[in-house]
């Protein structure tokens, strides 16, 4: 099993001013110990179910764009994009550059958007959860697309593109992965199955857990895919440092039931510390778990 580093809270005593040197020495520090991806939310607020909406919130991409600079190994996506941010176009532009700009290490990790109040406020079309989902899917389609050999037009019921011409083409081959985040059974896991090389799944409880990848496999067994060939993620939400043993027994867990990979938040105020400390103390034990499934 492996691990990576979220990046989700941008305030500290130090200021707007250390918000750079903070974000670079944490990515940093992540791709030198051998993290496996490092990501930022890819939201215009904060989060207020968590922290005020007015709290500093950087843009994902190019907050990412920033990292690779500072980075030479580590995988870098956000976690994840609301389809309803950017034209799938564009999407897959953005992501391109990256990929190509950090030596092939970009993911696509993308859902159906859910922060009405950024929408509201920004003037960004927040349609319904149904349209929603509808435009998740016609963006993956899209994306899919343009990091195929075929240019031609898209046309489907929310996006028409004359010509899906996206040069210079990914180094990553085939292709960027695609990483679908979000629990949800019907539609969400099932686009999983259907499009995604890895999701996201939104809690660490290992009975919840082993009945959303339960639902995953059984959506694979309808798309005719091998659910080994999905990646399969969850946010932790045990404190690796604090509780180290009770996060080793909680992963021994998941590993069992399919989960490849515990995606940690470095909380402030030393998100550097945090995963030099992770990474001393946890990620060697944590390295020799092998989860169910996978080699």
């Known amino acids: 099993m492996d691990a990576g580093i979220h990046f989700p809270y941008f305030t500290n005593p130090g200021g707007d001013a250390v918000i750079a040197p903070l974000l670079a020495g944490t990515a940093k520090a992540a791709d030198d110990a051998g993290f496996a991806l490092f990501t930022v939310m890819d939201h215009f607020f904060q989060m207020e179910k968590v922290w005020p909406a007015d709290d500093p919130m950087l843009e994902g991409y190019t907050a990412l764009g920033f990292v690779a600079g500072q980075t030479s190994r580590i995988q870098l996506a956000t976690l994840v994009t609301g389809v309803t941010y950017r034209h799938p176009g564009l999407l897959a532009k953005t992501v391109t550059t990256l990929d190509v700009l950090s030596g092939g290490r970009a993911m696509l990790g993308i859902g159906a958007g859910w922060y009405e109040r950024e929408h509201l406020g920004l003037g960004v079309p927040f349609p319904p959860l149904a349209e929603r989902f509808e435009r998740l899917e016609e963006a993956v389609r899209i994306c899919l697309q343009m990091w195929s050999d075929d240019d031609g037009p898209y046309s489907g019921r929310h996006y028409t593109l004359a010509e899906t011409l996206n040069r210079p083409r990914s180094l990553r081959r085939p292709r960027p992965p695609i990483l679908i985040g979000g629990n949800g059974e019907q539609k969400t ?66 590993a069992a039931i399919g989960v490849h990979h515990v995606h940690l938040r470095a909380p402030q105020p030393d998100p550097v510390g945090f995963v030099s400390r992770v990474a001393e103390s946890v990620l060697p034990p944590l390295s020799q778990i092998t989860t169910s499934g996978w080699s």
Request: net charge negative; aromatic share 4%; proline share 2%.
């Open 189 to 254: 896991l099932r686009m999983v199955a259907r499009y995604a090389e890895a999701c996201n799944l939104t809690t660490s409880d290992v009975d919840e857990v082993r009945h959303k990848v339960d639902v995953l496999r059984r959506h694979c067994e309808r798309e005719g895919r091998d659910i080994g060939d999905i990646r399969i993620t969850v946010q932790n939400r045990v404190d690796p440092i604090g509780d180290r043993d009770e996060f080793l027994r909680n992963a021994e867990k998941l």
